[in-house]
């Protein structure tokens, strides 16, 4: 006789952390999601008034020394890593645990990093030190102030973020970096939760990055025709599911998630905002920048996430949707979500948080993981900002809109579909439901 298969390792949410262009911590980022009020703005990290879309969504008034109490360490970190740093010590001090030398190994860390290693001011100057005839003019290059120093090589390396994490807390056990462009932030979240089911670590710093708010990463997007040009009114121009919609806006930040496994949460006393209890992925390959009309890729994705979680679609209360204000992918999300939850599609409420914060690359699955979270936690739906008019094709979606709505959450789903084809989804259950 065979033995009898162990009990699969559940995984509890204990801490929670933020950095958006809605606030710079938790609070006031979910105090802005609720209130519907828009983060996006004119650009400001650089001149923009060559582009034809010249907006973002910028985090603000971020100073990570105020953050951080390691100058040293900061001389390693670009922009978006400050974010990290910041918003993973959030979530250290909100789960009330650090890794301490006797238990670093048996933590891990999975982060979701963002497209661009080279930062603004390193790509400004190889422009500026171009010849005519487009040879680098190494020489000028070098009298740089910034090119003399080393760090600006150390800090463009796609492990850097990861590196610095792993240095700040002194974890000393998995460590990975996730990059499938706008699900990374999701897969990394997913990947630490089968880091803990299988037994290699007991406790994961899980999350995302990213800032491509960059003359290069606007450009790519507007030649892309993939963001909104609505300069005049940068508040609106995000709004997923509207049949106005025009393009996503770019934004930037981090968040990241404390993950433990449930028994060790449960004797050390912790407060389980929730359980991390589904992770979904698939791979559409239809277009570099689409999903499939039919919404294939995300159909599947959603799917097996539900049943990794062991949970059935008429458990589904919320659904944090990709909504990136594109016309194909809502359509494609939209058709996928009536494909999952047939006649049951419109008990299910649907908000995209981009409506607000914008498009946060890399670091998106994350922080929308982090709101999934909260509004598990304080049974409140994050209202889908500027919706007007619902797209036709989007009319059998529940979409929160005006006002934040209350409800009690058993289990959210988030979406993350990437740039590639890559689809990510994520299934959270309400921790009461559990006891």
């Known amino acids: 006789m065979s033995a009898q298969a162990a009990p699969r390792r559940r995984v509890a949410v ?19 999601l609720l209130a519907g009020r828009s983060g996006v703005a004119p650009v400001t990290l650089f001149d923009a008034s060559g582009f034809s879309t010249r907006i973002a969504a910028e985090v603000k008034g971020f100073d990570a020394r105020a953050r951080i109490d390691d100058r040293k360490l900061l001389k390693y970190a670009n922009r978006s890593h400050g974010f990290a740093l910041a918003a993973a010590d959030e979530a250290m001090r909100d789960a009330g645990i650090r890794p301490s030398p006797q238990d670093a190994a048996r933590w ?16 400004d100057a190889l422009h500026r030190h171009a010849a005519p005839e487009g040879e680098l003019d190494v020489g000028r290059l070098l009298g740089e102030a910034t090119a003399r120093d080393p760090m600006v090589f150390c800090r463009s390396q796609s492990t850097a973020g ?28 997913g990947t630490a939760l089968k880091l ?58 981090a968040g990241f998630l404390v993950l433990e496994e449930w028994d060790a949460a449960q004797r050390r006393g912790a407060r389980i905002y ?41 458990d589904v209360d919320y659904l944090n949707a990709h909504g990136t204000s594109t016309p194909m992918n809502d359509r494609s999300e939209s058709a996928a979500a009536k494909v999952v939850f047939g006649e049951q599609v ?26 999934c979270v909260l509004a598990i936690h304080h049974g409140r739906l994050p209202v889908n900002a500027n919706l007007r008019e619902l797209d036709a094709e989007c009319e059998h979606l529940d ?37």
């Not at 450009?219 to 995000?238: H, I, Y």
């Not at 991390?276 to 994705?301: E, M, V």
């Not at 908000?351 to 982090?370: D, N, P, R, W, Y």
């Open 346 to 371: 419109g008990q299910v409420a649907v908000s995209s948080t981009k409506s607000v914060m914008g498009h946060l690359i890399a670091a998106a699955g994350a922080v929308e993981a982090a709101v």
């Open 196 to 253: 803990i089911r299988r037994g290699t670590v007991d406790r994961v710093l899980a999350g995302g990055f990213d800032s491509m708010v960059s003359p290069i990463g606007l450009a790519g997007f507007c030649l892309l025709g993939a963001v909104s040009p609505d300069n005049d009114t940068p508040e609106r121009a995000s709004r997923p599911f509207d049949a106005t919609r025009n393009g996503f806006v770019l934004g930037e930040g």
């Open 162 to 189: 990861v590196a610095l994490l792993a240095r700040r807390f002194g974890i000393r056990g998995y460590a990975t970096s996730v990059h499938t462009a706008c699900a990374s932030g999701g897969q990394a979240v």
């Open 14 to 32: 204990t801490g929670l952390g933020l950095v958006t262009p809605a606030g710079n911590d938790v609070a006031s980022t979910w105090d802005a």
């Open 274 to 314: 929730a359980e991390l209890a589904g992770d979904g992925n698939s791979l559409s390959s239809y277009r570099i920048t689409d999903s499939h009309p039919s919404g294939d890729g995300p159909i599947q994705a959603m799917r097996q996430a539900l049943a990794d979680a062991g949970a059935t679609t008429a």
């Open 108 to 123: 891990g860390i999975a982060v979701g990093t963002g497209m661009m290693g080279v930062d603004y001011p390193t790509l």
């Open 399 to 435: 979409v929160v809109r005006d006002r934040p709505r209350e409800r009690r959450v058993r289990v959210a789903m988030s979406n993350s579909l990437g740039f590639g084809g890559s689809n990510s989804c994520l299934v959270l259950r309400n921790p009461e439901d559990l006891r």
